[in-house]
Protein backbone atom coordinates (compact mmCIF):
# COMPACT_ATOMS: atom_id res chain seq x y z
CA UNK A 1 0.00 0.00 0.00
CA UNK A 2 1.00 3.49 -0.73
CA UNK A 3 -0.01 6.02 1.25
CA UNK A 4 -0.20 9.95 0.18
CA UNK A 5 0.51 12.21 2.61
CA UNK A 6 1.60 15.61 3.59
CA UNK A 7 3.37 15.58 6.99
CA UNK A 8 0.93 18.77 8.16
CA UNK A 9 -2.14 17.44 6.60
CA UNK A 10 -4.01 16.22 9.92
CA UNK A 11 -6.24 14.36 7.81
CA UNK A 12 -3.37 12.58 6.27
CA UNK A 13 -2.17 12.04 10.31
CA UNK A 14 -5.24 10.15 10.69
CA UNK A 15 -4.53 7.54 8.84
CA UNK A 16 -1.20 7.39 9.78
CA UNK A 17 -1.90 6.47 13.52
CA UNK A 18 -4.60 4.02 11.82
CA UNK A 19 -2.29 2.73 9.69
CA UNK A 20 0.61 2.01 12.74
CA UNK A 21 -2.56 0.68 15.44
CA UNK A 22 -3.00 -2.16 12.92
CA UNK A 23 0.63 -2.86 11.85
CA UNK A 24 -0.09 -2.66 8.38
CA UNK A 25 2.43 -2.14 6.16
CA UNK A 26 2.86 0.35 3.61
CA UNK A 27 5.15 3.06 2.09
CA UNK A 28 4.59 7.03 2.21
CA UNK A 29 4.61 9.10 -0.81
CA UNK A 30 5.15 12.94 -0.08
CA UNK A 31 3.02 15.28 -1.41
CA UNK A 32 4.13 18.95 -1.00
CA UNK A 33 0.73 20.67 -0.30
CA UNK A 34 3.03 24.26 -0.11
CA UNK A 35 4.28 23.56 -3.36
CA UNK A 36 0.80 22.43 -4.83
CA UNK A 37 2.05 18.98 -5.73
CA UNK A 38 -1.62 17.93 -4.73
CA UNK A 39 -2.89 20.32 -7.55
CA UNK A 40 -1.11 18.75 -10.57
CA UNK A 41 -2.12 16.39 -13.01
CA UNK A 42 -0.40 13.03 -11.98
CA UNK A 43 -1.82 13.79 -8.26
CA UNK A 44 -5.63 14.56 -9.39
CA UNK A 45 -5.56 11.07 -11.66
CA UNK A 46 -5.32 9.70 -8.26
CA UNK A 47 -7.65 11.81 -5.84
CA UNK A 48 -9.85 13.65 -8.11
CA UNK A 49 -10.36 16.62 -5.42
CA UNK A 50 -6.82 17.21 -5.17
CA UNK A 51 -6.93 16.86 -1.35
CA UNK A 52 -4.51 14.65 0.39
CA UNK A 53 -4.34 12.02 1.68
CA UNK A 54 -4.93 8.72 -0.91
CA UNK A 55 -4.24 4.93 -0.11
CA UNK A 56 -3.35 3.31 -3.13
CA UNK A 57 -4.21 -0.23 -2.98
CA UNK A 58 -1.55 -3.19 -3.53
CA UNK A 59 -4.34 -3.76 -6.84
CA UNK A 60 -3.76 0.05 -7.98
CA UNK A 61 -6.87 1.00 -6.91
CA UNK A 62 -6.97 4.68 -5.46
CA UNK A 63 -9.01 5.34 -2.34
CA UNK A 64 -9.54 9.12 -1.08
CA UNK A 65 -11.40 10.88 1.75
CA UNK A 66 -9.73 9.59 5.46
CA UNK A 67 -13.14 8.32 6.45
CA UNK A 68 -13.89 6.06 3.89
CA UNK A 69 -10.52 5.16 4.09
CA UNK A 70 -10.45 4.14 7.59
CA UNK A 71 -13.94 2.20 7.41
CA UNK A 72 -11.75 0.36 4.72
CA UNK A 73 -9.73 -0.60 6.80
CA UNK A 74 -11.44 -1.85 9.95
CA UNK A 75 -13.51 -4.06 7.21
CA UNK A 76 -10.28 -5.65 6.04
CA UNK A 77 -8.13 -5.61 9.28
CA UNK A 78 -10.67 -6.15 11.67
CA UNK A 79 -8.32 -7.11 14.59
CA UNK A 80 -7.13 -3.89 16.63
CA UNK A 81 -10.88 -2.49 16.02
CA UNK A 82 -10.98 0.75 16.01
CA UNK A 83 -14.67 1.41 16.94
CA UNK A 84 -16.52 -0.52 19.43
CA UNK A 85 -18.70 -4.15 18.42
CA UNK A 86 -21.86 -2.64 20.38
CA UNK A 87 -23.68 -0.68 17.70
CA UNK A 88 -24.84 1.92 20.13
CA UNK A 89 -21.29 3.08 21.47
CA UNK A 90 -20.17 2.77 18.02
CA UNK A 91 -22.16 5.27 16.80
CA UNK A 92 -21.43 7.75 19.77
CA UNK A 93 -17.77 6.99 18.50
CA UNK A 94 -18.76 7.83 14.64
CA UNK A 95 -20.76 11.03 15.93
CA UNK A 96 -17.84 12.45 17.69
CA UNK A 97 -15.03 11.17 14.41
CA UNK A 98 -18.07 13.69 12.06
CA UNK A 99 -18.06 16.17 14.33
CA UNK A 100 -14.03 16.81 13.65
CA UNK A 101 -14.54 15.61 10.38
CA UNK A 102 -17.63 17.65 8.73
CA UNK A 103 -18.02 20.07 11.30
CA UNK A 104 -14.19 21.64 12.34
CA UNK A 105 -11.74 20.58 9.97
CA UNK A 106 -13.32 21.54 6.52
CA UNK A 107 -13.71 25.21 7.83
CA UNK A 108 -9.94 25.50 8.38
CA UNK A 109 -8.51 23.84 6.07
CA UNK A 110 -5.83 25.71 4.03
CA UNK A 111 -7.84 26.15 0.60
CA UNK A 112 -10.59 27.37 2.79
CA UNK A 113 -8.06 29.51 4.77
CA UNK A 114 -6.87 30.70 1.61
CA UNK A 115 -10.32 32.02 0.26
CA UNK A 116 -10.47 33.87 2.83
CA UNK A 117 -7.76 35.69 2.56
CA UNK A 118 -7.18 35.70 -1.08
CA UNK A 119 -10.13 35.92 -2.79
CA UNK A 120 -12.33 37.78 0.16
CA UNK A 121 -9.86 39.91 1.18
CA UNK A 122 -9.81 38.74 4.65
CA UNK A 123 -6.83 40.44 6.70
CA UNK A 124 -4.47 37.97 9.17
CA UNK A 125 -6.36 39.14 12.15
CA UNK A 126 -9.99 38.29 10.72
CA UNK A 127 -8.62 34.63 9.30
CA UNK A 128 -7.20 33.73 13.00
CA UNK A 129 -10.20 34.78 14.41
CA UNK A 130 -12.21 32.43 12.15
CA UNK A 131 -9.58 29.52 12.84
CA UNK A 132 -10.51 30.09 16.09
CA UNK A 133 -13.95 30.59 16.21
CA UNK A 134 -14.82 27.26 14.67
CA UNK A 135 -12.42 25.69 16.21
CA UNK A 136 -13.53 26.56 19.58
CA UNK A 137 -17.25 25.60 19.11
CA UNK A 138 -16.01 22.32 18.14
CA UNK A 139 -14.09 21.31 20.66
CA UNK A 140 -16.58 22.94 23.59
CA UNK A 141 -18.68 20.44 22.15
CA UNK A 142 -16.19 17.91 22.37
CA UNK A 143 -14.98 17.99 25.91
CA UNK A 144 -18.56 18.16 27.08
CA UNK A 145 -18.87 14.69 26.01
CA UNK A 146 -15.62 13.69 27.71
CA UNK A 147 -16.70 10.61 30.38
CA UNK A 148 -13.70 8.70 30.14
CA UNK A 149 -9.88 8.32 30.62
CA UNK A 150 -7.24 8.18 29.62
CA UNK A 151 -8.69 7.96 25.99
CA UNK A 152 -12.01 9.26 24.73
CA UNK A 153 -14.07 6.21 24.91
CA UNK A 154 -12.40 4.90 27.78
CA UNK A 155 -9.73 2.41 28.46
CA UNK A 156 -9.35 1.38 24.27
CA UNK A 157 -7.84 4.06 21.85
CA UNK A 158 -11.06 4.42 19.43
CA UNK A 159 -11.49 6.51 15.67
CA UNK A 160 -12.35 9.36 18.39
CA UNK A 161 -8.79 9.63 19.25
CA UNK A 162 -7.42 9.04 16.05
CA UNK A 163 -9.45 11.82 14.53
CA UNK A 164 -8.67 14.02 17.68
CA UNK A 165 -5.10 14.14 18.31
CA UNK A 166 -4.24 15.75 14.82
CA UNK A 167 -7.13 18.58 15.10
CA UNK A 168 -5.44 19.05 18.50
CA UNK A 169 -1.87 19.41 16.84
CA UNK A 170 -3.16 21.86 13.95
CA UNK A 171 -5.07 23.78 17.30
CA UNK A 172 -1.91 24.26 18.52
CA UNK A 173 0.15 25.16 15.39
CA UNK A 174 -2.78 27.94 15.07
CA UNK A 175 -1.61 29.43 18.67
CA UNK A 176 -5.35 27.87 19.58
CA UNK A 177 -6.03 29.11 23.65
CA UNK A 178 -6.80 25.14 24.89
CA UNK A 179 -7.06 26.49 28.69
CA UNK A 180 -11.14 25.40 28.13
CA UNK A 181 -10.34 21.71 27.12
CA UNK A 182 -8.35 20.21 29.75
CA UNK A 183 -10.35 17.30 29.23
CA UNK A 184 -9.03 17.29 25.70
CA UNK A 185 -5.78 17.91 26.31
CA UNK A 186 -4.91 14.85 28.70
CA UNK A 187 -6.16 12.84 25.92
CA UNK A 188 -3.73 14.50 23.75
CA UNK A 189 -0.99 13.47 26.42
CA UNK A 190 -2.26 9.80 26.99
CA UNK A 191 -2.63 9.09 23.25
CA UNK A 192 1.26 10.85 22.52
CA UNK A 193 2.45 8.40 24.86
CA UNK A 194 1.57 5.53 22.44
CA UNK A 195 4.34 4.61 19.92
CA UNK A 196 1.20 4.48 16.75
CA UNK A 197 0.50 8.36 17.75
CA UNK A 198 4.01 9.29 18.18
CA UNK A 199 5.62 7.57 15.07
CA UNK A 200 3.05 9.50 13.52
CA UNK A 201 3.46 13.06 14.22
CA UNK A 202 4.19 15.54 11.88
CA UNK A 203 7.96 16.04 13.02
CA UNK A 204 8.86 12.19 12.85
CA UNK A 205 7.58 12.07 8.94
CA UNK A 206 10.01 11.69 6.05
CA UNK A 207 8.41 14.95 4.70
CA UNK A 208 8.99 17.42 7.36
CA UNK A 209 12.28 19.21 7.09
N1 LIG B 1 -12.51 15.23 3.89
C1 LIG B 1 -11.17 15.02 3.38
C2 LIG B 1 -10.35 16.22 3.71
C3 LIG B 1 -8.97 16.16 3.08
C4 LIG B 1 -8.28 17.50 3.19
O1 LIG B 1 -8.94 18.54 3.31
N2 LIG B 1 -6.96 17.47 3.15
C5 LIG B 1 -6.24 18.72 3.24
C6 LIG B 1 -5.04 18.55 4.15
S1 LIG B 1 -5.51 18.21 5.81
C7 LIG B 1 -5.77 19.14 1.88
O2 LIG B 1 -5.41 18.33 1.06
N3 LIG B 1 -5.75 20.45 1.66
C8 LIG B 1 -5.27 21.01 0.45
C9 LIG B 1 -5.79 22.38 0.27
O3 LIG B 1 -6.55 22.84 1.13
O4 LIG B 1 -5.44 23.00 -0.74
C10 LIG B 1 -10.57 13.76 4.00
O5 LIG B 1 -10.97 13.45 5.11
O6 LIG B 1 -9.74 13.10 3.37
Known amino acids: ???YSYFRSSAAYRLRIALNIKGIEHTLKPVNLLKGEHKNEAYRALQPQGLVPALQLDDGTTLGQTTAIVEYLEAEYPHTPLLPRDSVAAAVVRSW???IACDIHPLNNL???KYLVHELGVDEAQKSAWYHHWISEGFAALESQVRAAPYCFGAEVTLADIYLIPQIYNA??????MTAFPKLMAI???CNKLAAFAEARPENQPDAN
Do not use: G, I, K, P
Open 172 to 177: LRFNTD
Open 111 to 113: RVL
Open 188 to 190: DEA
Open 97 to 99: VNT
Open 1 to 3: MEL
